[in-house]
Nanobody
Framework: QVQLVESGGGLVQPGGSLRLSCAASGNIFRLYTMGWYRQAPGKQRELVATIQPGGSTNYADSVKGRFTISRDNAKNTVYLQMNSLKPEDTAVYYC????????WGQGTQVTVSS
């Protein structure tokens, strides 16, 4: 059983930055495709970004150029650097790990507001 724990959410003003972290248990993190998803109130959960075991990345159009996903396999951690935040980025952000099955974290709230 793999556990994923997100951290780094909070309240930030428009134009600000946050870095989310997702720490994974287990010893095969390097084999997982990792992703960040988000869910705003009243909306479906949506993909934000993914990173493959080899480092290839994919982003939603809405965050391209503003968000960066990265991973540190030595620390079993995936990150999401979020810059130039907008009010529409407000959501609960979830980390997902995929290998033989999918694992989800509990989510961390990001609120962008002045």
């Amino acid at each position: 059983q793999v556990q994923l724990v997100e951290s780094g959410g909070g309240l930030v003003q428009p134009g600000g930055s946050l870095r989310l972290s997702c720490a994974a248990s287990g010893n095969i993190f390097r084999l997982y495709t990792m992703g960040w998803y988000r869910q705003a109130p009243g909306k479906q959960r949506e993909l934000v970004a993914t990173i493959q075991p080899g480092g290839s990345t994919n982003y939603a159009d809405s965050v391209k150029g503003r968000f960066t996903i990265s991973r540190d396999n030595a620390k079993n951690t995936v990150y999401l650097q979020m810059n130039s935040l907008k009010p529409e980025d407000t959501a609960v952000y979830y980390c997902k790990g995929s290998y033989s099955r999918e694992y989800w974290g509990q989510g961390t709230q990001v609120t962008v507001s002045s």
